[in-house]
């Protein structure tokens, strides 16, 4: 097929994806677009990239530098993202009290900016670090979060997931991208690099998995069908990503988490809650016993790694070694700069620019102190999506998932707390809790998360509600 017919049937079908979704009169705030608009980018490329704008990151210095188109769009979403916090300043108190160590983590980030050797950089990175905070308050904060949400996925899902097939197999100037080193081609669609071609795959698919099982049990409805085939293209599209691009973190992830998500939604495992958490410690268990303690290294084979994890294992030792400050780190965002940088791709041909594992990356950046408040992070974040699928499980179910992605992902790469880093996003959403929100109005007209009428009920009422679903 002739590269511009390609064009034109990927957009009918992109806006087929939206006519099917339609039905969904549910109003949200027009708002929303912020965050879908960062979001957007922070699952593809940057402005300057879209743009060609400026030269790839291939010294130190440029990593101190940045894009100044890049700066000036970020701030201007966020400077508009934070004026739609203030105008909701009651319902974002709630979410803010709700959620205190999550607040107190991007405080302390804050405060490591006096230690940092780079503040100026590391303040910029803070700025735009809070940004993915903001924007996930933008999107909690609306009247109807749960639509809300629904509604960002969508308006994501259906735009980049078929223009990254688009590209891989129509425009390869766009959708290839090539080792700067060894020249070796991969296919990275409309994102920058192969491995955020598989996080928004792995995202976007348990997003598009939760909507198909959502459709599927509805069992009437004129357009039950259409869902179903609608979300059935977007995970057929995924799957063909992930395993031409044998982006193996992700797809690992999204089959575990997938798993979790379908286990969650039988009728007698929410009988019996103690279930989920034996699987997930399992799942956990199984993946440190085989990525780190060298059982099972067929399985490791398998998915075409060694057990040096492509030496990712040799690349922590010399990290760790170079801590000056094991308590507090180097400050937030600070790491991977001047003599630090500059030794680490001396060393390694690869130029590494993060530690490929979350949590030492947090280490590196906040030591011993950040770790401790991610584990209240983390811990906390578990109840609250635990909290949120005992209430709700189809819609809790969901949250569980996306909160398993986001601890195994960090095994092997590093997005905790990572800016615009989608798997830290989704999984901001999974664990922030909103059961202290107070919803402004209630319309009779309003559809829940599977397109039924919701009951007319009382502003107070709803504020009693003891869980929402996002």
Same mark, same amino acid.
């Given at each position: 097929?002739?590269?511009?017919?390609?064009?034109?049937?990927?957009?009918?079908?992109?806006?087929?994806?939206?006519?099917?979704?339609?039905?969904?009169?549910?109003?949200?705030?027009?708002?929303?677009?912020?965050?879908?608009?960062?979001?957007?980018?922070?699952?593809?490329?940057?402005?300057?990239?879209?743009?060609?704008?400026?030269?790839?990151?291939?010294?130190?210095?440029?990593?101190?530098?940045?894009?100044?188109?890049?700066?000036?769009?970020?701030?201007?979403?966020?400077?508009?993202?934070?004026? @739609?916090?203030? $105008?909701?300043?009651?319902?974002?108190?709630?979410? /803010?009290?709700?959620? &205190?160590?999550? +607040?107190?983590? =991007? #405080?302390?980030?804050?405060?490591?900016?006096?230690?940092?050797?780079?503040?100026?950089?590391?303040?910029?990175?803070?700025?735009?670090?809070?940004?993915?905070?903001?924007?996930?308050?933008?999107?909690?904060?609306?009247?109807?979060?749960?639509?809300?949400?629904?509604?960002?996925?969508?308006?994501?899902?259906?735009?980049?997931?078929?223009?990254?097939?688009?590209?891989?197999?129509?425009?390869?100037?766009?959708?290839?991208?090539?080792?700067?080193?060894?020249?070796?081609?991969?296919?990275?669609? @409309?994102?920058? $690099?192969?491995?955020?071609?598989?996080?928004?795959? /792995?995202?976007?698919? &348990?997003?598009? +998995?939760?909507? =198909? #099982?959502?459709?599927?049990?509805?069992?009437?409805?004129?357009?039950?069908?259409?869902?179903?085939?609608?979300?059935?293209?977007?995970?057929?599209?995924?799957?063909?990503?992930?395993?031409?691009?044998?982006?193996?973190?992700?797809?690992?992830?999204?089959?575990?988490?997938?798993?979790?998500?379908?286990?969650?939604?039988?009728?007698?495992?929410?009988?019996?809650?103690?279930?989920?958490?034996?699987?997930?410690?399992?799942?956990?268990?199984?993946?440190?016993?085989?990525?780190?303690?060298?059982?099972?290294?067929?399985?490791?084979?398998?998915?075409?790694?060694?057990?040096?994890?492509?030496?990712?294992?040799?690349?922590?030792?010399? #990290?760790?070694?170079?801590?000056?400050?094991?308590?507090?780190?180097?400050?937030?965002?600070?790491?991977?700069?001047?003599?630090?940088?500059?030794?680490?791709?001396?060393?390694?041909?690869?130029?590494?620019?993060?530690?490929?594992?979350?949590?030492?990356?947090?280490?590196?950046?906040?030591?011993?102190?950040?770790?401790?408040?991610?584990?209240?992070?983390?811990?906390?974040?578990?109840?609250?999506?635990?909290?949120?699928?005992?209430?709700?499980?189809?819609?809790?179910?969901?949250?569980?998932?996306?909160?398993?992605?986001?601890?195994?992902?960090?095994?092997?790469?590093?997005?905790?707390?990572?800016?615009?880093?989608?798997?830290?996003?989704?999984?901001?959403?999974?664990?922030?809790?909103?059961?202290?929100?107070?919803?402004?109005?209630?319309?009779?007209?309003?559809?829940?998360?599977?397109?039924?009428?919701?009951?007319?009920?009382?502003?107070?009422?709803?504020?009693?509600?003891?869980?929402?679903?996002?």
């Amino acid at each position: 097929m002739p590269p511009p017919i390609a064009g034109v049937v990927c957009v009918l079908l992109i806006l087929g994806l939206f006519w099917v979704d339609r039905y969904q009169k549910a109003p949200t705030s027009g708002a929303l677009w912020i965050p879908v608009v960062w979001l957007s980018l922070a699952c593809s490329r940057s402005v300057a990239q879209w743009l060609e704008l400026g030269s790839p990151m291939d010294s130190p210095d440029q990593y101190l530098e940045g894009s100044p188109i890049d700066r000036l769009v970020y701030a201007g979403l966020l400077v508009v993202g934070l004026i @739609v916090l203030v $105008n909701r300043r009651r319902q974002v108190g709630g979410l /803010l009290r709700a959620n &205190l160590p999550i +607040l107190l983590f =991007f #405080l302390y980030c804050a405060v490591s900016l006096l230690w940092s050797d780079y503040p100026t950089v590391a303040l910029k990175r803070w700025a735009k670090a809070i940004g993915d905070l903001v924007m996930v308050l933008v999107v909690l904060s609306d009247s109807e979060p749960s639509v809300a949400f629904e509604r960002l996925l969508a308006r994501m899902t259906y735009v980049l997931i078929p223009l990254s097939v688009l590209f891989i197999k129509y425009y390869r100037h766009l959708g290839t991208g090539y080792d700067p080193w060894g020249g070796q081609a991969h296919y990275i669609g @409309v994102t920058a $690099n192969k491995n955020t071609l598989g996080v928004i795959c /792995l995202c976007f698919g &348990l997003g598009s +998995l939760w909507r =198909f #099982l959502a459709a599927y049990r509805r069992r009437e409805g004129t357009r039950r069908i259409q869902q179903l085939g609608a979300q059935g293209v977007i995970l057929g599209m995924v799957l063909w990503i992930l395993w031409i691009t044998n982006s193996m973190t992700s797809l690992s992830c999204f089959l575990m988490a997938s798993a979790l998500f379908l286990t969650t939604n039988l009728r007698a495992v929410i009988r019996r809650p103690a279930v989920v958490h034996i699987l997930i410690a399992t799942m956990l268990t199984a993946s440190v016993y085989v990525l780190f303690l060298g059982v099972s290294p067929g399985v490791l084979e398998t998915m075409g790694r060694n057990p040096t994890l492509t030496d990712r294992t040799e690349v922590w030792t010399l #990290l760790l070694s170079l801590v000056r400050n094991p308590l507090f780190g180097t400050g937030f965002e600070s790491f991977w700069l001047g003599p630090r940088l500059e030794k680490m791709w001396s060393t390694y041909w690869w130029h590494p620019n993060e530690a490929h594992n979350g949590y030492i990356e947090v280490f590196l950046n906040l030591g011993w102190m950040g770790i401790a408040l991610l584990a209240v992070v983390i811990v906390t974040g578990y109840r609250t999506a635990l909290a949120a699928w005992r209430s709700d499980p189809p819609k809790g179910s969901l949250r569980m998932a996306y909160f398993l992605a986001g601890v195994v992902y960090n095994f092997t790469e590093a997005a905790f707390f990572k800016m615009m880093a989608p798997v830290w996003v989704f999984f901001l959403f999974a664990i922030i809790s909103v059961r202290e929100v107070p919803c402004p109005k209630i319309r009779p007209s309003a559809q829940n998360l599977f397109g039924h009428t919701s009951p007319l009920i009382s502003e107070q009422a709803r504020s009693t509600l003891s869980e929402e679903a996002f």
